[in-house]
């Protein structure tokens, strides 16, 4: 009867650590079971960021050079804006030397206006919009072309001379006042094809 009670103790120890050890092999098959999926899981998800990256260095020259068109769009404006204020103070306060300064700034402006356009130009070529978009990039670039055919006018006003006086003067802040205010609507209108047509209230 002794030795019954033994092995029936022995029994009931056991059993718990049998289950335990049973329980521990069931979880490790499910897991298991689980690893192929998400390894295929992983492999698919490198897999797709391998196409994105092939597609995006498949970029042709213009495409490259297209898509630096944001980068230098804020160029005309900088300088237009500099031009405005530097041949304003030389108006307003009769300052030559500022006068003479914005002739180098003008140089300046055009520069950064004939690299503007050209990369937008090649960037709307690849571009596919439709509907109000495309309403507002012919807008945006037809106020783009004014504005370099004022800045053109005005530095071949400028070239030859080193001041300017009477109505030659005014005609050359004409132009001038003109192309900074078009290059502030136009960058509104860019950032609106941007950033979503309400990205402003106006």
Do not use: C
């Not at 204020?85 to 140089?107: Q, V």
């Not at 900074?180 to 309400?198: C, D, F, P």
């Amino acid at each position: 009867m002794r030795h019954i009670t033994v092995i029936l103790t022995l029994v009931f120890l056991l059993l718990p650590i049998s289950a335990a050890h049973t329980q521990g092999n069931t979880a490790d098959s499910d897991t298991a079971a689980d690893t192929p999926v998400g390894e295929v899981e992983e492999f698919e998800m490198v897999e797709d960021v391998v196409d994105v990256t092939e597609q995006e260095t498949s970029l042709g020259l213009f495409e490259i050079i297209g898509r630096m068109h944001p980068a230098t769009v804020h160029f005309p404006i900088s300088w237009l804006f500099l031009l405005f204020l530097t041949e304003m103070i030389a108006f307003i306060y009769n300052k030559p030397a500022w006068h003479r300064a914005g002739f180098y700034i003008l140089i300046m402006a055009v520069l950064s206006i004939a690299a503007a356009a050209a990369t937008g130009l090649i960037n709307a070529s690849n571009q596919e919009l439709e509907g109000e978009l495309h309403s507002l990039m012919i807008t945006h670039r037809n106020l783009n072309y004014v504005v370099a055919g004022l800045s053109v006018l005005a530095l071949g006003i400028r070239i030859g001379r080193r001041s300017l006086s009477g109505y030659l003067h005014g005609i050359y802040l004409a132009f001038i006042v003109v192309a900074t205010v078009l290059v502030l609507i136009s960058g509104h209108l860019g950032s609106k094809m941007v950033y979503g047509l309400k990205y402003l209230p106006f």
